[in-house]
């Protein structure tokens, strides 16, 4: 308990000594980011990372879910008129998900319902497949940066100790600055790559199922054009 005390003592002092010197000099982050030692370079890696897939995946996302608003009605229209060959080229001169989905679908006309159907469904999952295509690994970033920096805050408390047992009767704050260093800036770099992460997937995610939803309606759209004859 006693030697609990001493190192939260420790620790309390030892920042309040940074606070003067930070009154005095100005807090230099890349110095306090250095002492973190090398649990850094891996937090550092990660929150590149995970800002790269986010940026790249959300312009991705964004991308596939622009519709032009009049692209099934022109589909309409060429399936009553029975033009299959225009409402293809229609369908190749745009490029979203949807458009190729629809494209399968008129490629099928003439066949089973069901056949027809199953191969929307075939090139819609291949295209949620492409949209989600990073996000296992944002994910992983999520739930893996703070398990690194809570691993960078065991590698200190342990320098702590080895320095104090080292020190003997001449313990001061100096002695385990370096450990104490090390243990807290872990701790809230892997907390805040994380927390980046974890925003950021959830963020891709709830983009990505709104993307989902819309090819959702545009199959159910099509699928009742071809039934309208049956009527």
């Not at 100790?161 to 800036?185: E, H, K, P, Q, R």
């Not at 809230?188 to 927390?195: K, Y």
Request: a negative charge.
């Amino acid at each position: 308990m006693n030697l609990l005390l001493f190192i939260q003592a420790t620790a309390e002092n030892l920042n309040d000594v940074e606070l003067e010197e930070g009154a005095e000099q100005g807090m230099n982050y890349i110095e306090m980011a250095m002492n973190g030692g090398w649990i850094m370079i891996p937090l550092a890696l990660l929150s590149i990372i995970s800002v790269y897939i986010f940026f790249e995946r959300f312009v991705a996302i964004k991308k596939a879910s622009k519709e032009d608003d009049g692209f099934m009605n022109k589909i309409k229209d060429y399936i009553h008129d029975g033009k299959i060959d225009s409402a293809i080229a229609l369908c190749q001169s745009h490029d979203f998900p949807i458009s190729r989905m629809i494209e399968k679908g008129v490629s099928r006309i003439g066949r089973p319902l069901n056949d027809v159907n199953t191969a929307i469904e075939n090139v819609g999952n291949l295209e949620i497949s492409r949209l989600e295509k990073s996000l296992p690994t944002l994910a992983t970033v999520a739930g893996g940066a703070p398990m690194i920096g809570f691993l960078g805050t065991v590698i200190g408390m342990i320098r702590a100790f080895y320095d104090m047992a080292n020190a003997g009767n001449n313990i001061d704050v100096g002695v385990l600055s370096s450990g104490i260093y090390t243990a807290m800036v872990t701790t809230v770099t892997g907390l805040v790559v994380g927390i980046i992460a974890y925003f950021a997937y959830n963020i891709l995610v709830a983009k990505v199922e709104k993307v989902v939803f819309k090819m959702e309606a545009s199959t159910m759209e099509f699928m009742d054009l071809l039934n309208e004859p049956a009527h």
